[in-house]
């Protein structure tokens, strides 16, 4: 089989060699390094198949895992990192409470705090608001972008491709809205594209 590995490379000027991360047959289809607030440790936050590997930096040692059940298309993690939410294949987003010493084991990892449901096909981005513990954006092949607070939908754009000035379009296009982001701190303004 395939071996798929992550390779971290620095630009310091201190010479030190490359960190390789193997991730053995499974392909990362998302990424995120966040520095935690509360330990100043980096993290970098994997989506492999139906799990989302949290690896410690510079060590690459593998710290924590948070089983989603789904397969991950899209993770985010909010500015206290102490909220994970990951975009599934199935269309939910799934938000999990994240350890804030990810050494000591913890089995509450693979139970969510949120299942946010509504999109009807799979998520390709989410977004947490940079003020707001659980206020976060997700966007999907549906084309839709959502605002969730809690467990709670708060608004549903509708992204469309349809001219008001021009003729009716004779054929359904697909829309994707493959990304999203807050555009302010509070999360009050949504960019999608």
Request: with cysteine; glycine share 10%; hydrophobic share 40%.
């Amino acid at each position: 089989g395939v071996k798929n590995t992550i390779t971290v490379v620095t630009s310091s000027e201190v010479p030190v060699d490359d960190l390789v991360i193997s991730t053995e047959d499974q392909v990362g289809v998302a990424i995120q390094i966040v520095k935690n607030p509360a330990t100043h440790r980096l993290g970098l936050f994997v989506g492999l198949g139906t799990k989302v590997h949290i690896y410690d930096l510079p060590s690459g040692e593998l710290v924590q895992q948070v089983s989603v059940g789904d397969n991950v298309n899209a993770i985010g993690i909010n500015s206290l990192s102490s909220r994970l939410a990951v975009g599934c294949e199935s269309g939910i987003v799934k938000v999990f409470a994240l350890d804030q010493d990810p050494t000591v084991d913890n089995d509450n990892n693979d139970e969510p705090i949120a299942t946010l449901e509504g999109h009807t096909k799979a998520v390709c981005a989410v977004a947490f608001a940079l003020r707001g513990e659980d206020k976060l954006v997700s966007s999907a092949k549906d084309g839709t972008a959502r605002v969730w607070q809690g467990q709670d939908c708060l608004g549903v754009l509708e992204c469309s491709i349809d001219d008001p000035k021009g003729p009716p379009q004779k054929r359904q296009q697909q829309i994707l809205v493959r990304g999203c982001a807050f555009g302010d701190l509070m999360g009050d303004v949504v960019y999608s594209v």
